[in-house]
């Protein structure tokens, strides 16, 4: 007589490592230098990370997208290495966090990341062209033991951020700009990695400034290619732009859209749940660099078998990249 099992519900599956499919391109300025920007993403072995390269440079020189090499912090996140940088990289590292892309070659002609439209949509719109594929490793998560905290006061008053425990990846964020245009929106926001799309609700929102700071900007070397068409711009009292905001909470989204690519420098995406108020490039990153200070506060995990994993997790992952 002959025996046919039943075939199992569930079959058991790994949660990999993604890379590209194949090489993009693209070309734009650089917010603050104004110099044209030649950029290509290409795929990378598991394990690699991600690498930016100044193929300018001879010989070539690489630099590690790590919160270790973070060297600068004023309006934008710098990478540098024996005197060679790579700045404004956040908005691409959020794009890459998003689509939980692991490995991948940044290769840069110049000393910044192109801005092109202030948001992380475009970098979404590369990565989603060239393609995403499964690598055969185990995808590695940081997971947050217990909490760990930074905060600062100056000024403007205090500001701070955190890590939690949390049984998938959760931002909070909260801003408090005294200004007019700000006020009349959002100005805190939850998002989480299980329930909400990245692509929709998060990657379209763009870097904003104030026409009072142009001047001071400029005279420091910054923003010399911002403009209408790759930031919010704002007067005293109103939104510049002819076509208004993407959301009606877009600059507090830039925050967390901001946290999501400079938090994606601890090389892993995270289990946890980020909260901060106010928090800025430079924050994000002394709690990037405090948690790594205190080995007994992470763990580095992976899912042999995804049924063992935090099921937010694997619905987020599970999500198509649009």
Avoid at 45 to 62: C, E, K, Q, Y
Avoid at 98 to 113: F, I, M, R
Avoid at 239 to 265: M, P, Q, T
Wanted: charged share 25%; glycine share 8%; net charge negative.
């Amino acid at each position: 007589m002959c025996y046919n099992p039943p075939i199992p519900c569930f079959f058991k599956y790994m949660l990999k490592q993604r890379t590209l499919k194949s090489v993009i391109r693209a070309s734009g300025v650089g917010l603050h230098s104004g110099v044209k920007v030649n950029m290509s993403l290409r795929p990378a072995a598991a394990n690699t990370g991600i690498v930016f390269r100044r193929i300018d440079l001879d010989p070539v020189v690489d630099l590690p997208a790590s919160a270790l090499m973070v060297g600068d912090t004023l309006m934008c996140s710098c990478l540098e290495r024996d005197g060679v940088k790579v700045g404004t990289i956040e908005h691409l590292m959020s794009a890459l966090a998003g689509l939980g892309v692991d490995n991948a070659y940044v290769d840069l002609d110049a000393a910044e990341v192109p801005i092109l439209d202030g948001s992380a949509s475009p970098f979404v719109f590369l990565i989603q062209s060239a393609g995403i594929e499964d690598q055969q490793s185990a995808k590695k998560f940081i997971r947050v033991k217990r909490r760990i905290e930074v905060r600062e006061t100056d000024r403007g008053g205090e500001r701070w951020a955190r890590f939690d425990p949390y049984d998938g990846y959760r931002l909070t964020f909260s801003i408090a700009f005294n200004h007019p245009a700000i006020e009349r929106t959002g100005q805190e926001v939850t998002f989480d990695f299980a329930g909400n799309s990245y692509v929709r609700e998060i990657a379209r929102a763009r870097t904003f400034g104030f026409m009072q700071e142009v001047e001071w900007l400029h005279e420091n070397g910054l923003a010399q290619g911002g403009g209408l068409d790759n930031a919010v711009v704002l007067d005293e009292f109103r939104v510049l732009n002819a076509d208004g905001l993407r959301y009606s909470d877009e600059f507090v989204k830039h925050k967390v859209l901001d946290a999501i690519g400079d938090l994606y420098l601890l090389k892993h995406p995270l289990l946890a749940a980020f909260t901060a108020h106010k928090s800025g490039h430079a924050l994000n990153n002394l709690l990037a660099r405090e948690l790594l200070a205190h080995p007994d506060a992470w763990e580095l995990v992976s899912f042999e078998d995804a049924a063992r994993a935090p099921q937010s997790v694997v619905r987020w992952l599970a999500q198509p990249a649009y």
